[in-house]
């Protein structure tokens, strides 16, 4: 299933909504450097979520015939390809028809300097070197850690986008999708985004396929007042207790923490919040489909991450089978903080029981997959299912020892 959001993306800048302004002065500026007198090397477009600023980054590429070099903020290691990229002299590069290149750094106030202590370090090289344009983009330039880089870019602001822009944005996605779309159901869905698109479409998806049509009772029934974000506790509990793909979607891309630490959150509660065995290893089971998906995604795969986060989330949320019944209740569960459980298995006896005990649990997948994405996960709940599984002495030994180290 794509996302509306994704399938929708203008390709061609007449195509953006509002933001002429910003479109006029990403025009000049890719011009001035087509001319060999760059009005700036880089340039920082900034906004609130989901008001363009990607969109408008690839259709100005696309305008322009650019290939779009690409890093986002939580891949920072990517940033040495494209620095040794940038650097090479491009003087003949049209007389031998390479294409001119665009360099986008997604999301730069995502970057966690403190982790990644080089990353801003490398940027500002970067900007210092580079043959190629640089667009930067951040929610929040104010962002202490982009002092410096502020100092070396002109910045280009966003604003959210106006009832009617999403209005238009909205309706030609009505049409093409053929839903009914009544304009009071489109309207709630509209003031309830805040000037977000990404929000609105969405939203509009939820519904759409889930009802085919949008009303405005359906829309009231359906869309949530936008949370700015929310705290991993929250999260949780939105998606634990989502009975709809799309809530849970939603909850995990609200999320203050990102999908590495986001993952240990769930796995950390999923046998907390679900009694049923089943439900568990099926929440398992998709989670560890999203470590899968983040992996490829990490290699630069980014369109995976979106799969990624339907697996973390709606998978999850479905496993919990009672949930289809009428008279589900949601179950108010105390979370916990994710402990940090390594695995270190050394002696080679050790490892066999350790495959012994993989081939029990991997009854749904290969033993490989379950070996590197489902057992790290399972060792955090088998404690709590020991004797529902049957295991040997040893097995036990092993596994409560693997949970010590
Ligand atoms: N100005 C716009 N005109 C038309 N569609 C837009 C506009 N801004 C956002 N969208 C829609 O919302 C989605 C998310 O926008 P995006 O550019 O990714 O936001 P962000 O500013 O967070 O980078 C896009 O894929 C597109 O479908
Ligand atoms: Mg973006």
Not at 40 to 61: N, Q, R, S
Not at 94 to 114: A, H, P, Q, W
Not at 199 to 218: C, F, H, R, S, W
Request: aromatic share 10%; proline share 3%; charged share 30%.
């Amino acid at each position: 299933m794509i996302q509306w959001f994704l399938k929708y993306r203008p390709r061609s800048l007449k195509d953006v909504e509002n933001q002429e302004d910003a479109k006029k002065e990403l025009q000049e500026w890719i011009e001035s450097w087509l001319k060999g007198k760059p009005n700036a090397k880089a340039i920082l477009l900034y906004g609130p979520p989901g008001v363009g600023k990607t969109t408008l980054a690839e259709a100005l590429a696309n305008d322009y015939n650019l290939e779009l070099l690409e890093m986002n903020a939580s891949d920072s290691r990517k940033l040495q390809d494209i620095k040794s990229i940038a650097e090479k002299a491009a003087v003949y590069g049209s007389l031998f028809g390479i294409k001119g290149k665009l360099i986008l750094l997604d999301e730069v106030d995502g970057i966690n300097t403190r982790e990644d202590l080089g990353a801003i370090q490398g940027i500002l090289e970067l900007i210092e070197k580079t043959k190629y344009p640089i667009l930067m983009t951040a929610n929040d330039p104010w962002d202490p850690s982009l002092r410096e880089i502020r100092n070396k870019v002109k910045m280009i602001g966003l604003n959210r986008l106006g009832k009617y822009a999403l209005r238009r944005i909205l309706k030609k996605i009505c049409q093409s999708e053929k839903i009914e779309c009544e304009d009071e159901g489109l309207d709630y869905i509209i003031e309830t985004s805040e000037g977000d698109a990404r929000y609105a479409i969405n939203m509009l998806q939820g519904i759409g396929e889930g009802y085919g049509k949008v009303t405005l009772d359906i829309a009231k029934a359906m869309v949530r007042r936008k949370e700015r974000e929310l705290d991993p506790f929250e999260t949780l509990r939105d998606i634990f207790w989502a009975r709809y793909a799309w809530q849970a979607k939603n909850a995990a891309t609200s999320a203050q923490v990102d999908y590495d630490m986001l993952i240990r959150w769930i796995s950390e509660n999923i046998p907390i919040q679900y009694e049923n065995i089943e439900d568990i290893w099926r929440a398992f089971d998709a989670l560890s489909r999203a470590s899968i998906f983040l992996k490829r995604a990490k290699a630069g795969d980014w369109d995976l991450l979106s799969y990624a986060y339907d697996m973390m989330s709606s998978g999850v949320a479905l496993a919990e089978i009672e949930k289809k019944k009428p008279n589900w209740k949601p179950k108010w569960k105390k979370y916990q903080f994710p402990s940090y459980i390594q695995l270190l298995s050394k002696s080679k006896d050790l490892r066999d029981t350790r495959d012994e005990i993989i081939k029990k649990i991997s009854i749904h997948s290969s033993f490989e997959k379950t070996v590197n994405y489902t057992y790290p996960y399972f060792l955090i709940f088998f404690k709590k299912y020991e004797k529902r599984l049957s295991l040997s002495p040893k097995e036990k030994e092993y596994l409560n020892s693997a949970l010590k180290s």
